[in-house]
């Protein structure tokens, strides 16, 4: 089992910069990929990224591919996403979640592919 705790969110103006962190408790943190979703008011939850076990593979959904980072370490039991060029539509409640994963290089990128989840972090962009 893994415990998820979100970090880092807050309020920027557009075009500014926010780095959030997922901090992971339990044991064996190296053997779980990890995703980031996010969902703004009124609207369903939505996939942001993810970043499979090794940290080897990485991938964003469309809206922020170019502006967002996703990394990990493994020794921190922590994943990072750098939001860059940050934009008003950016603003949610972003998420972590995590799943057990032996093959090391996969990404997953549905909701259902994810049972360890965070309770998330409010990161609001101004214009």
């Known amino acids: 089992q893994v415990q998820l705790v979100e970090s880092g969110g807050g309020l920027v103006q557009a075009g500014g910069s926010l780095r959030l962190s997922c901090t992971a408790s339990g044991r064996a943190f190296g053997m779980y990929a990890v995703g980031w979703f996010r969902q703004a008011p009124g609207e369903n939850r939505e996939y942001v990224g993810g970043i499979s076990r090794s940290g080897g593979n990485t991938d964003y959904s469309e809206s922020v591919k170019g502006r967002f980072t996703i990394s990990r370490d493994n020794a921190r039991y922590a994943v990072d996403l750098q939001m860059n060029s940050m934009k008003p539509e950016d603003t949610a409640v972003y998420y972590c979640?995590?799943?057990?994963?032996?093959?090391?290089?996969?990404?997953?990128?549905?909701?259902?592919?994810?049972?360890?989840w965070g309770q998330g972090t409010q990161v609001t962009v101004s214009s």
């Open positions: 979640a995590a799943r057990w994963d032996l093959t090391g290089r996969v990404v997953y990128k549905g909701q259902d592919d994810y049972d360890h």
